[in-house]
Structures are given as C-alpha cells and as structure tokens.
C-alpha cells in the first residue's frame, strides 16, 4: 500500500428529512481542521436520491467538493447499496481519511466499509487530531467503559476512519454563498443486488424529551440511592424548566429511560447550564457533558471526581442542598416566570 | 429448523474496575469477569425465536479459557449449544482480526450444521464499539441489520426474516433474506433468571474448544495483533476543565451561590422565549 496515493479528508454526509444532519455538519467542522493541517481538500460524501441540492450546504460548512451518488437506489438508507457506492468512490478517489457520525446510520456503513476495505476504524471518537507531517490520525475515545481516555492509530492502511459523536465536534459559521467543485458519481447497481428492502420508517413524534436540545439539563446520579430519591431530580428540572438527565447506573437500575441517558452510551448534551447529582463522574459520563456552559455539581464525596470537572461543587447530601436549591429558586422567581425550553 | 448462532465475549465488569491513580493504568484483577450485558440480550433474543420457529441455538466466543464460564451462562440463558475460540495466536486482536477469526469459527460451525441467522449484542462494555457483528456479517457476505430493537418474523421456508431497527427518530421496518445478522439493542427482550434445570445443564456443559489449528484456511496474518491495524498509542486520564470551585458555607448559603449564578443567565428565564 503506497501511502501517497492517499490524499483528503472526507465526511459522510447523513440527511435528515431533506436536510443535511447536523452531525455531518459539525464533522466538516472537525474535517476542516484536519485537511487544512495537511493541506489537502475537504469531501463531502452525499448518497441518495433528488440530493445534488445538499451540496450547497456542504460547501457552506466549509467542503472544497462534494461527491455525489443521486440514484433512485439510494432513495433509503440501506447498509449493501450505500456501501457499495462509498466502496467504489473510495477506490476510484483514495482518501486519507473518513469520518462519518456515530449514527445508526454512520455507525453501521462505516463498519461495513472498514471490513472490506480493510481498514482500521476507531468508534465513537470524541478527540481529533492528525500529524501535519505524516498524515497520521490522532483518534481519541474513551476506553474501557469510559475509565480513561485512548488515542487509537491505524498506521499500516488508509484510509483511516473514525466514528465522531454528535454534538462533541463544532460546526463553522455558515459562510452563504461559499462554493465548491460538485462530481457527480455513478454506480451500475440493480434492486436484485440488495438483499434488504426497507417496508416502512416510523418517525416517532411523540414528544421525547430531547436532553441534547435542552437548554438546562439536570442530571441525577446513583448516589440519589433509589427511584424515589431520583423524583428530586424531577422536581429541581420542572422548577427550573429544564430537563432530566442521568447517568448511566441510574438507566441501567431503571429508574428511567435510556433517552434521558447522558454519556458514551447515551447522549452527548451542550446545555447553558448542567446540574450533575449524586453523580460520582466516570469519564464516560464526563465526556457527555463537559461541553455544558456552566456546570454545577451536588455530591456527598468530597473525593467525587465531578468535582474536578465542574464549574461550581457542593460537597453535601442532594436530600438537603436540593430542597432548598428548589425553594429558593421560587422564591426568586414566585411568578414562575420559567420557561419551559 | 433454524440454526441460529449467538456470539457472545467474556468482559470484564468495566462499572467495577479501578484505576491506579499514580500510574493511570487499570487494575483488572479488580473487575470480575462477566458475560458481556448486550451479548445476554442477543443470547436471549436467539432462544426466543428459536422457541417460536424451532430449531437451535449455538454459541461462539473468542477468549482465554476461563471465558468458558460466559458460555455456561448462555446455557443457562437456554442457548443448546457452545463453541469456543481459545489460542495465543488471537490475542491482541481488534474489530478487524476479532470479526475475521469469529467468522472463520461461525464457517467450521456451518460444516456440522448451516447457519440461518447470527445474532450479536449491539456492543461489548470494554470496546464500546460496536463493530465486529457487521464485520462478521460483511466477512460472511450476509446483511447485516444492526440496532435492532424487534423481531418480526423469522421465516427460514421463504428464506426472509423482518425486523425494527432502531433510528435517531424512530424506527424503520426492514426486510432482509436469510442468512443475515442482527445486532441486538438491549431493550429487545428481559433476560430473565435462569431456570433450574438450565443451571444444571450448564454445570455439567463443556464447550467445544477450538485452537487455530482446528480452524480451516486460516490466514494467520489477519489473526490477533498482527491482522490489527489499529493500535492504542496513548492512554491517558482526560484533560480537567478549568475551574471546579468549591463552595464553601453553610447549605444555605452555598445554594445562595449557586441561585445568582443560575440567576445571572438571563437568557435562560425569559419569558418570551
């Protein structure tokens, strides 16, 4: 494998209801960077169908070109079709690096790839870095159920890959009218050669609370000792008109839902503000919320590690400090001015 | 009769395991061993159909011999059989080589009996990945339908098997041909306690071990280490966050603090927001 053939970054550009996702968005952010420390051009990679429109967004966020599969076989998502076109851009184009979000969807296509490529792929990544000189990526997760954090190479094949998580990466300032180099891709792919077919997608409207959206976030931990306990949580989120978040002991007791889960095996929040009770701080969790505007902590541990990663620390009992956070807060506030973001 | 084959992996309990502050490396001695949480989940799932199609389901796993004791909990689960993968030669293997030396595993199991269906945990707690079920699937050339939150319909007669996978925003409804692979979320089923005469059986169980020799056309370049192309240079504890100020006070006043910090973020309150 000659390593020089290998050249540019490129993002799998997901879309969303007609959009471009904001993941993909954010990782040309992240792209940016990385191909600007190499000097080499930024791709974006759009399958689908009646997409070509996308491009302009791509360009605006900062991608040099774009390439483009618009077929009515890309009309859904499906792993053996997207695949096959990533698989033959890769090979007609040879890039240096991919990076696609850590999606349902960008999850599963880039493990596909990275099999027949073969390649290494590092998942989840919440770090990015790579070696002006050598092209090297610097990918960096946490590890081990999120204990430590581990910067992972892949130094004998191209491209490398990554998994990014949404929301840990910044997007660029959209720059309207920004332009770039659109090639547009075709592949010689029949219905017949998919062995998957998709029936029907549900988009669940229900109204979720959607953690990664909020604007406040109060998240409770274990050390609220039962689901009972954790009703403070509930109580201190409905005061401030902020939603709850928890940790990932909390999901697994329980004590509610997966979709309020913050962390590597939940969600990645970016609120104002961030409240983390009865939480002790694993890594894992850490990585999930640092990003927060202002993070304040209630823990009974002194030692807790929350408290090396929060603006604000309260050693105490959450039973004793957090009735009283509620009650002040309304006295403050008696009208209940609060909005309910 | 479907033949159906769950693959499962041995970890340690990462909520358990420690860290050495001065040295910033784990002490796994502190973690027990356990089957991986998800792999339950696929294990169960596995026994659920089977019970509605008939057929059997078979373990394998990959990992030193003490793993053993992960299988027997798949036959306690209810799972038939259990096969394992157990040699020097795969250790140090990462998604890429650790799908590879499974796939050629799940090949010898097809030789005693074919394979309609496999069917991973969504992810191990040590790796978090997520990556080597589609890479045993793509290594296989069957589809691969990963977060899968719901079984249809397996119809192993028209060769088709119909599942709800898990989206950002829903779901959507998939149909595949068999043989396929299905990464399992963990809110696909509840495992539920083992049964008597399970635990029994899986007391008196001894697996099918497997060294590298056993396994056909095996290309030891792709096993282990060397068939890994990502490689851990760096591991290291996170970079703090600047600030941390701990309030000092009686509660009182420490949520006094807190209230004007929260109050100084107008923004937040408005109330024509």
């Not at chain 1, 076989?73 to 695949?83: A, D, G, P, Q």
């Not at chain 1, 902590?297 to 603006?311: L, R, T, V, Y």
């Not at chain 2, 701990?246 to 923004?267: D, M």
Request: aromatic fraction near 6%; include cysteine.
């Amino acid at each position: 494998m000659d390593f020089k053939d290998y050249r540019g970054v490129w993002v799998f550009i997901e879309e969303k209801e007609g959009e471009v996702a904001s993941v993909s968005l954010e990782l040309l952010g992240a792209g940016r960077i990385l191909a600007d420390k190499r000097g080499v051009e930024l791709a974006g990679i759009l399958i689908g169908e009646n997409n070509k429109h996308l491009a302009n967004t791509v360009y605006e966020y900062g991608a040099d070109l774009v390439y483009v599969y618009d077929q009515p076989i890309f009309k859904n998502y499906r792993t053996e079709s997207y695949m096959k076109a990533l698989l033959a851009c890769c090979e007609d184009h040879k890039p240096e690096i991919i990076l696609f979000g850590a999606t349902s969807t960008g999850k599963d296509l880039a493990s596909a790839i990275a099999t027949d490529l073969p390649t290494g792929l590092t998942a989840d990544t919440t770090e990015l870095d790579v070696e002006a000189d050598t092209g090297l990526l610097l990918a960096s997760r946490p590890a081990f159920g999120g204990n430590i954090m581990a910067t992972i190479l892949c130094k004998k094949y191209r491209p490398q890959m990554a998994t990014v998580r949404p929301k840990v990466m910044k997007a660029l300032t959209r720059e309207i009218g920004r332009t770039g180099k659109l090639i547009e891709k075709h592949i010689s792919l029949n219905e017949t050669d998919i062995r998957t077919k998709v029936l029907e997608i549900v988009r669940e409207t229900t109204k979720k609370v959607r953690i990664d959206e909020a604007d406040i976030v109060v998240a409770g931990g274990k050390g609220l000792g039962s689901a009972e306990g954790f009703q403070l949580i509930h109580h201190l989120a409905d005061v401030l008109g902020g939603v709850v978040g928890a940790s990932r002991d909390v999901v697994e007791a329980g004590w509610i839902e997966h979709h309020h889960q913050v962390g590597q095996t939940g969600l990645t929040v970016t609120p104002k503000l961030y409240f983390a009770i009865g939480i002790s701080g694993a890594i894992q969790h850490i990585v999930g919320m640092r990003n927060s505007g202002t993070i304040i902590a209630i823990n009974i541990d002194p030692d807790a590690a929350i408290f090396q990663s929060c603006h604000y620390g309260i050693v105490g009992d959450a039973f004793e400090i957090v009735p009283l956070l509620i009650e002040e807060f309304k006295n403050a506030l008696p009208r209940s001015g609060v909005s309910h973001v | 009769m479907l033949h159906i084959v769950a693959c499962i992996k041995q970890v340690p309990d990462t909520k358990i395991i420690k860290m050495n502050p001065k040295t910033n490396t784990m002490d796994r001695s502190s973690a027990p061993a356990i089957l991986n949480p998800y792999d339950a989940h696929a294990v169960e799932e596995a026994v659920r159909i089977r019970d509605r199609y008939g057929g059997t389901v078979s373990v394998i796993t990959m990992g030193p011999p003490p793993a053993v004791k992960a299988i027997k909990k798949c036959i306690e689960i209810g799972a038939d059989e259990g096969y394992m993968i157990s040699d020097r030669a795969f250790a140090g293997a990462d998604t890429l080589a650790t799908s590879y030396a499974i796939t050629k595993a799940i090949e010898k199991i097809s030789e005693i009996k074919p394979v309609d269906l496999i069917i991973c945990g969504k992810m191990t707690i040590d790796g978090d990945t997520g990556q080597v079920g589609p890479g045993i699937a793509r290594r296989l050339d069957i589809p691969p339908l990963t977060s899968v939150k719901k079984v249809v319909e397996v119809n192993k007669e028209e060769g088709y098997a119909i599942v709800q996978r898990k989206l950002e925003d829903g779901y959507e409804v998939i149909q595949s041909s068999l043989p396929c692979l299905f990464s399992v979320e963990k809110t696909i089923n509840e495992v539920p306690y083992s049964s008597f005469p399970n635990m029994l059986k899986a007391a008196l169980y001894h697996p099918t071990i497997w060294s590298v020799n056993d396994l056909n056309d095996i290309d030891r370049k792709q096993l282990g280490l060397k068939g890994s192309p990502t490689i851990v240079s760096k591991v290291w504890a996170p970079a703090k966050p600047e600030g941390g100020k701990i309030l000092e006070g009686h509660p009182r006043e420490q949520v006094g603090q807190i209230l004007s910090v929260i109050l100084e973020k107008k923004e937040l309150f408005r109330e024509d927001a």
